[in-house]
């Protein structure tokens, strides 16, 4: 198929694109560079422009006749989305509004869109399923949810086919070391403690040491972004028009940032100090994703472990330490 890929310069796209290129399809990326990275595109076909920019996305979609869309282009912070949500409802809701109007005008009618679990807000159970009822906590979270909303109506109403992939923690990088995360700033914990490990930070701060987990912090499911990748491929070739798919990205197993602290000193032998503070507000104990239904729709399920997610990310934040700008 050929695929427009939003986002594709980004961290989770960059793999995707990749992944999709590798199973035979024929991939363009549109992206405005906002946050991602020109080099993490490699020599894909790239369109550089902005999902609002609605004459050069109807352009990109005729001239590479594309068949169907991959779209994780959004701003992902959820800090930033709570003190300027303005930024995030323009970009993430107004900017996929006009992507899925472009869609239809183009008479394009699958799309795989990057949800989250952060549409769950604080989970009443885990693990997680898809019917478990979704109360973001954030402006970043709300913003997903209601591009699931419309996703439903427009599949409804136009026989749109999407599917709707609610990641829990995007972590590690490419096997072949080429492509890697590199936010900045970058706020998830691994590359985090691998900076530390670099010696591009002190200390990373561990929020919260009395949850009522086993070891008292934070439990999360580290999901390895080819794994990501490979879910969405898998999606992509599932889908038939009107057809609609909600489904957990996770591996099923939560890892405590204590256990991540610890497999990410093992890792690097650099011994990472961190500093305990109180709890962040809006942290629940534990996000733990049930993907049964993944395996069920897709016959999907992840394949690589949080040490491997670690060690992944370290081979590229050794070879890159400062990510793309090296
Ligand atoms: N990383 C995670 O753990 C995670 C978890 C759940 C969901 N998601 C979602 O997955 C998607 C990808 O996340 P990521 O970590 O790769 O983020 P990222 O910031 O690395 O990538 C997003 C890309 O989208 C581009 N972009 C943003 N707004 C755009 C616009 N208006 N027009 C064109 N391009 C635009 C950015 O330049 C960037 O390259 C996002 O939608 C995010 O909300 C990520």
Do not use: W
């Given at each position: 198929m050929r695929v427009l890929v939003t986002g594709g310069a980004g961290y989770v796209g960059s793999h995707a694109a990749k992944q999709l290129t590798k199973s035979g399809h024929q991939v363009v990326i549109l992206d405005n560079l906002a946050e991602g990275h020109r080099p993490a595109a490699g020599s894909t076909?790239?369109?550089?422009?902005?999902?609002?920019?609605?004459?050069?996305?109807?352009?990109?979609?005729?001239?590479?006749?594309?068949?169907?869309v991959m779209h994780f282009a959004a701003f992902a912070y959820v800090g930033v989305s709570v003190k300027d949500p303005a930024i995030y409802y323009q970009n993430n809701i107004v900017g996929s509004l006009a992507l899925l109007d472009a869609m239809r005008g183009a008479g394009i009618d699958r799309i795989v869109f990057s949800?989250?679990?952060a549409t769950?807000?604080?989970?009443?159970?885990?693990?997680?399923?898809?019917?478990?009822?979704?109360?973001?906590?954030?402006?970043y979270g709300f913003t997903k949810l209601v591009i699931e909303h419309a996703l439903a109506d427009y599949s409804h109403a136009y026989g749109m086919g999407y599917a709707a992939l609610r990641y829990f923690n995007a972590s590690g990088a490419?096997?072949?070391g080429t492509i890697g995360e590199d936010h900045d700033p970058e706020t998830h914990?691994?590359?985090?403690?691998?900076?530390?490990a670099l010696g591009q930070r002190e200390s990373v701060d561990v929020f919260g040491t009395?949850?009522?987990t086993p070891d008292g912090t934070c439990i999360r499911d580290y999901i390895h972004v080819d794994d990501l990748a490979t879910a969405h491929v898998a999606a992509l070739e599932k889908l038939k028009p009107g057809m609609a798919?909600?489904?957990?990205l996770g591996t099923g197993h939560g890892a405590s940032v204590e256990e991540v602290v610890t497999l990410c000193?093992?890792?690097?032998g650099h011994a990472i100090p961190v500093r305990k503070t109180a709890r962040r507000e809006g942290d629940p104990p534990a996000l733990v994703a049930d993907p049964s239904a993944a395996k069920r729709e897709l016959g999907w399920q992840a394949r690589y472990s949080i040490r491997e997610i670690v060690e992944s990310a370290w081979k590229w934040h050794k070879a890159h330490p400062k990510g793309y700008n090296d």
């Open positions: 076909p790239f369109v550089s422009a902005s999902l609002l920019d609605r004459e050069r996305v109807v352009a990109a979609m005729s001239e590479h006749k594309i068949e169907a949800s989250s679990c769950y807000g604080i989970p009443e159970r885990v693990p997680i399923t898809e019917d478990h009822p979704q109360h973001p906590i954030s402006p490419a096997a072949d914990l691994i590359p985090l403690l691998l900076q530390v009395d949850y009522p798919l909600k489904l957990n000193r093992e890792v690097t």
